[in-house]
């Protein structure tokens, strides 16, 4: 198993992608602090470490919409994370499935599946 802290940390973050395990949809993009990602193994329910609040959360925790792990990878370079999980609801906090729901047009092209009026 890789030892957590030999991987590459930028400010004490490092870069974590989450990715559907079944359709392969990449859902979003986030940070871990060394804490989220030992959270993480230890649960298997995907947390980060929010920059803007400056604390860990566990993805989920306010809207239900958890994420559990599958399976964990590391890139080459060891400073990112690759998340294969199974989605409850929908990622992005703006009620979409994916963060990456408009391409870069501006046109939507993902599926909202929840109203964040509704959960947070």
């Not at 974590?16 to 395990?21: P, S, Y």
């Not at 959270?39 to 306010?62: A, F, M, N, P, Q």
Request: hydrophobic share 35%.
């Amino acid at each position: 198993m890789i030892n957590i802290d030999d991987l590459k940390y930028e400010n004490g973050l490092i870069q974590a992608i989450a990715q559907d395990n079944t359709t392969k949809e990449v859902l979003m993009c986030a940070f871990m602090n060394k804490e989220a990602l030992r959270k993480t193994i230890e649960t298997g329910i995907v947390h980060y470490w929010s920059r803007s609040r400056g604390k860990l959360w566990k993805k989920g925790e306010s809207s239900g919409h958890l994420q559990t792990v599958k399976e964990m990878y590391i890139d080459c370079d060891m400073d990112a994370v690759l998340l294969m999980i199974e989605q409850e609801g929908g990622a992005c906090h703006t009620g979409y499935r994916s963060c990456f729901y408009r391409n870069m047009e501006g046109k939507i092209t993902g599926e909202k599946v929840f109203d964040p009026e509704d959960v947070y």
